[in-house]
């Protein structure tokens, strides 16, 4: 009898396979960046989709060269077309509305609405929406996706911890209050400073965490927490606003730590846990790779389903319209988020923590340089094109101001005398520990 239960299963998961293989999904989305777990997990999401139907991927940012930035594996379903009548389009979150004008969308979900920019999805009332997890809505349907490559951080275990943290700045909510990241870090005699673009090189950004005993994460909401436990070292959220969706997470989190006053920190820090926690976190891993295509496959045909029965959304629109809008005003405090990429960007988020009047001024004023430069650009440009200059001038000031070819700069060669230099000779000060733990300290007791 148990045998005929397990046949009947399997046959009816052939042809549930067989059915949702009939129908195409049209991913339209951002360019790959390996520093956006949003911009991979949309791409990845594709890939799991092209395991069991039919999958186009369209990167609306490409300028249609062949040397675009994205892994080998996406090459067979990266397309340069529009999408066909009844194919059923993928919109990431950050696109708002439906601009190919689709009758059938689904609205992947990577953020909250509101909390990076103020601007919803722009739903509508028969579009499909699905959330990346549970700290993007508690409500949506849920579509948890993780890289098999996260199981490569093991390799980092074997690193020697130092008396060290690492202090993240990601995406920052300048409403952050927390008087306590000042008294933590008198605990270590290192201190690293992580951000959105530094370390460049994802190898030496994870050897630092490794090194690390603790990662203070300001950014409330960033996949690299994830991957700090994955290399076994315990973090400290600084703003704690995602608890509670952490808590009640798609899969068990270890080593995330919201106490405030970090009285059992020497417990945390202790080698055992250290230990345990790297072993848990691969452990949970691997089981939630290994559910991951039945996960993706019911996604799949859940969709399928909502389309072939011409169903309107409007009631579950509203209320995760309505929980989003919520925890903006409630939980956010409404409050502006900095994306922080260097020094100058972590000095001006402290700044506006203490003086939050400054971020329509320094705003004003950005939008002011950004325009004069964009002017300055088009007037080069116009140079460029009128012929005066040969194709090898043309070439290099290409290079320096359309960011396009902004990786190219390090190879370039300037002469002073008789000795040339290259970008790849110029290297960021480095700063003590002892100059960063006071400069933390102050920006901190702002």
């Known amino acids: 009898m148990a045998g005929k239960v397990v046949n009947q299963k399997l046959i009816l998961e052939k042809d549930v396979i067989q059915s949702i293989r009939s129908y195409s999904f049209y991913f339209y989305v951002p360019n790959y960046l390996e520093n956006s777990n949003g911009a991979k997990i949309i791409w990845q999401t594709a890939l799991e989709f092209s395991k069991f139907s039919n999958v186009s991927i369209y990167n609306y940012e490409s300028d249609g060269s062949s040397e675009e930035p994205f892994p080998h594996e996406y090459k067979e379903l990266v397309t340069h077309k529009g999408p066909k009548n009844n194919d059923i389009i993928v919109y990431p979150d950050c696109i708002e509305g439906n601009p190919l004008e689709a009758n059938k969308v689904v609205k992947f979900m990577l953020c909250r609405q509101y909390l990076l920019n103020s ?22 349907p849920q579509l948890h996706i993780v890289s098999h490559k996260l199981l490569n951080l093991s390799k980092y275990h074997s690193i020697p911890k130092k008396n060290k943290v690492s202090i993240y700045y990601g995406k920052c ?57 994955l290399i076994g070292t315990p973090v400290y959220f600084a703003d704690g606003v995602f608890k509670e969706a952490n808590d009640n ?50 996604s799949i045909a859940s969709i399928i389903d909502y389309f072939e029965r011409d169903n309107c ?35 001006v988020f402290h700044l506006l923590r203490k003086y939050p009047a400054l971020y329509p001024v320094l705003k004003s004023i950005y939008k002011i340089l ?47 005398g008789k000795k040339k230099f290259s970008g790849e000779n110029i290297r960021t000060p480095k700063y003590s520990s002892k100059f960063k733990k006071f400069i933390l300290r102050f920006l901190w007791s702002l």
């Open 173 to 229: 909510r300048l409403a952050l209050k927390n008087k306590n990241i000042k008294k933590l870090l008198n605990h270590f005699e290192e201190v690293s400073i992580l951000t959105r673009s530094s370390p460049k090189n994802k190898d030496d950004l994870y050897k630092e965490i490794a090194e690390s005993m603790l990662l203070i994460s300001i950014d409330p909401n960033t996949n690299l927490t994830h991957e700090s436990t």
């Open 370 to 416: 950004k325009t004069a430069r964009d002017n300055t650009t088009q007037g080069v440009m116009d140079t460029v094109t009128s012929g005066k200059l040969n194709a090898k001038t043309i070439d290099r000031i290409k290079r320096l101001i359309d960011p396009k070819f902004c990786l190219a700069l390090p190879r370039m060669q300037v002469t002073v």
């Open 119 to 140: 601007l919803g999805a722009g739903f509508k009332k028969k579009d499909y929406v699905i959330a990346y997890s549970k700290t993007v809505s508690k409500i949506a």
């Open 249 to 298: 997470f798609n899969h068990k989190h270890y080593g995330y730590y919201y106490d405030a006053n970090l009285a059992y920190l020497s417990d945390i820090l202790d080698p055992l846990n250290i230990n345990e926690l790297k072993l848990q976190t691969m452990k949970v891993l691997k089981n939630h790779l290994a559910s991951q295509e039945k996960r993706v496959r019911e």
């Open 313 to 347: 959304n409007v009631k579950l629109i509203n209320l995760i319209e309505e929980d989003d809008k919520s925890f903006y005003s409630d939980k956010w405090k409404c409050s502006q988020t900095i994306s922080i990429k260097g020094n100058t960007h972590i000095i």
